[in-house]
């Protein structure tokens, strides 16, 4: 069944994780995001029917929810503490010729280095970054080269059917590589947007070119058809959202949809679903609120999701599949309850019905 997941945070400012399955707009299932992590927890990719989550550094894991299957991942230990950089951009994908299950993502550290404390302690603002990459059969993280030139931020949309993670980039044109590759492909703008790809079989990076629009546009990338799509957006001069989808076809850009009307009191595109379920973030007073547009029948609604604007994201996946495997993996109501147990058994009675209660079923929303 055609799944979308997006992290907001409910009235209580707490996350929350919801999981749309828009046939025929009918239902939403709903999930206590707090049951898997008290600290801040995002959402990092998905594959097939797993969806990958990491916090604080050293703290990520990949669920199935259609099995209630979670596998925690082993930290990394490339940094010295303290370890509370950033994650910039992540992904989740499946070499289908090895069997092996992949996380691969860019870790910031920022630190503050001294310099005299004769001249009282002043000191620079420095970072360390490297791109890290896990793999389920090795069971470890590894670094491996990262992409020269390419900034990028976010959570990486995985095309099974390639095999690849995509995501918007800008790039650095001083860079020799960046520069090469805007000659050969006759880029005159610099300072566009690009797609960065990166192939789990190869372990390798590629620069792709965005379709050409007239106007200058924000771009969002989703899966489209075994392939990768991008959503381009701006806002007309009556504030109005414009969106034109394409999809690439091979090597070079295809229209997906250019009918898509002006949509009112709409800030920004979250997501496209199975070519016809586009989710947006709406206007809704102080806040952002989710909403689905059906492409095919024109109309629109309003979900009961509400975030901080430009707080909520989303991604879509297949909430019925068991596929790819997710090896070594633990029942989420068994490592949720020992952990409690490992903390005191004070809290385990009220944890235990927490569980149960998860585990029976997810609050059914109409839509």
Same mark, same amino acid.
């Given at each position: 069944?055609?799944?979308?997941?997006?992290?907001?945070?409910?009235?209580?400012?707490?996350?929350?994780?919801?999981?749309?399955?828009?046939?025929?707009?009918?239902?939403?299932?709903?999930?206590?995001?707090?049951?898997?992590?008290?600290?801040?927890?995002?959402?990092?990719?998905?594959?097939? !029917?797993?969806?990958?989550? #990491? &916090?604080?550094?050293? /703290?990520?894991?990949?669920?199935?929810? +259609?099995? *209630?299957?979670? =596998?925690?991942?082993?930290?990394?230990?490339?940094?010295?503490?303290?370890?509370?950089?950033?994650?910039?951009?992540?992904?989740?994908?499946?070499?289908?010729?090895?069997?092996?299950?992949?996380?691969?993502?860019?870790?910031?550290?920022?630190?503050?280095?001294?310099?005299?404390?004769?001249? !009282?302690?002043?000191?620079? #603002? &420095?970072?360390?970054? /490297?791109?890290?990459?896990?793999?389920? +059969?090795? *069971?470890?993280? =590894?670094?491996?080269?990262?992409?020269?030139?390419?900034?990028?931020?976010?959570?990486?949309?995985?095309?099974?059917?390639?095999?690849?993670?995509?995501?918007?980039?800008?790039?650095?044109?001083?860079?020799?590589?960046?520069?090469?590759?805007?000659?050969?492909?006759?880029?005159?703008?610099?300072?566009?947007?690009?797609?960065?790809?990166?192939?789990?079989?190869?372990?390798?990076?590629?620069?792709?070119?965005?379709?050409?629009?007239?106007?200058?546009?924000?771009?969002?990338?989703?899966?489209?058809?075994?392939?990768?799509?991008?959503?381009?957006?701006?806002?007309?001069?009556?504030?109005?959202?414009?969106?034109?989808?394409?999809?690439?076809?091979?090597?070079?850009?295809?229209?997906?949809?250019?009918?898509?009307?002006?949509?009112?009191?709409?800030?920004?595109?979250?997501?496209?679903?199975?070519?016809?379920?586009?989710?947006?973030?709406?206007?809704?007073?102080?806040?952002?609120?989710?909403?689905?547009?059906?492409?095919?029948?024109?109309?629109?609604?309003?979900?009961?999701?509400?975030?901080?604007?430009?707080?909520?994201?989303?991604?879509?996946?297949?909430?019925?599949?068991?596929?790819?495997?997710?090896?070594?993996?633990?029942?989420?109501?068994?490592?949720?309850?020992?952990?409690?147990?490992?903390?005191?058994?004070?809290?385990?009675?009220?944890?235990?019905?927490?569980?149960?209660?998860?585990?029976?079923?997810?609050?059914?929303?109409?839509?």
């Amino acid at each position: 069944m055609a799944g979308f997941a997006v992290v907001s945070k409910d009235e209580r400012n707490k996350y929350r994780l919801s999981v749309m399955c828009p046939v025929e707009l009918s239902v939403s299932e709903n999930l206590n995001f707090n049951s898997f992590k008290k600290h801040d927890t995002v959402l990092g990719g998905s594959c097939g !029917g797993l969806l990958y989550f #990491h &916090g604080n550094y050293g /703290h990520s894991f990949i669920c199935n929810l +259609k099995t *209630n299957q979670m =596998k925690v991942l082993t930290p990394p230990n490339f940094l010295p503490p303290p370890n509370d950089g950033i994650v910039t951009y992540s992904g989740l994908g499946y070499d289908a010729k090895s069997g092996d299950l992949k996380v691969i993502r860019r870790y910031v550290q920022h630190y503050i280095r001294k310099i005299d404390e004769t001249d !009282g302690g002043t000191g620079y #603002h &420095g970072c360390k970054s /490297h791109t890290e990459l896990y793999s389920s +059969k090795d *069971n470890e993280w =590894k670094k491996i080269k990262h992409a020269v030139g390419c900034v990028a931020a976010g959570v990486g949309v995985s095309v099974e059917e390639t095999g690849s993670c995509y995501w918007v980039v800008v790039v650095d044109p001083s860079e020799q590589k960046i520069k090469e590759y805007l000659e050969r492909h006759s880029i005159t703008d610099p300072w566009a947007p690009h797609v960065l790809s990166f192939d789990f079989a190869t372990d390798s990076f590629e620069l792709i070119p965005l379709p050409a629009t007239t106007i200058r546009a924000y771009f969002l990338l989703c899966k489209v058809r075994g392939s990768i799509g991008a959503l381009a957006y701006w806002k007309s001069c009556s504030s109005e959202l414009c969106i034109k989808a394409f999809v690439l076809e091979g090597t070079s850009w295809g229209v997906l949809c250019d009918d898509i009307p002006p949509l009112a009191d709409v800030e920004r595109p979250l997501g496209l679903k199975d070519d016809r379920w586009l989710f947006v973030e709406a206007k809704a007073s102080d806040s952002g609120q989710l909403m689905v547009y059906d492409l095919s029948q024109k109309e629109s609604k309003k979900l009961n999701i509400y975030d901080y604007p430009g707080r909520m994201h989303g991604i879509s996946y297949d909430a019925e599949s068991t596929d790819p495997p997710l090896p070594c993996s633990t029942p989420i109501s068994d490592y949720y309850l020992s952990k409690v147990r490992r903390s005191g058994k004070g809290k385990e009675k009220s944890m235990e019905g927490k569980v149960k209660k998860m585990s029976r079923g997810m609050k059914v929303l109409n839509i």
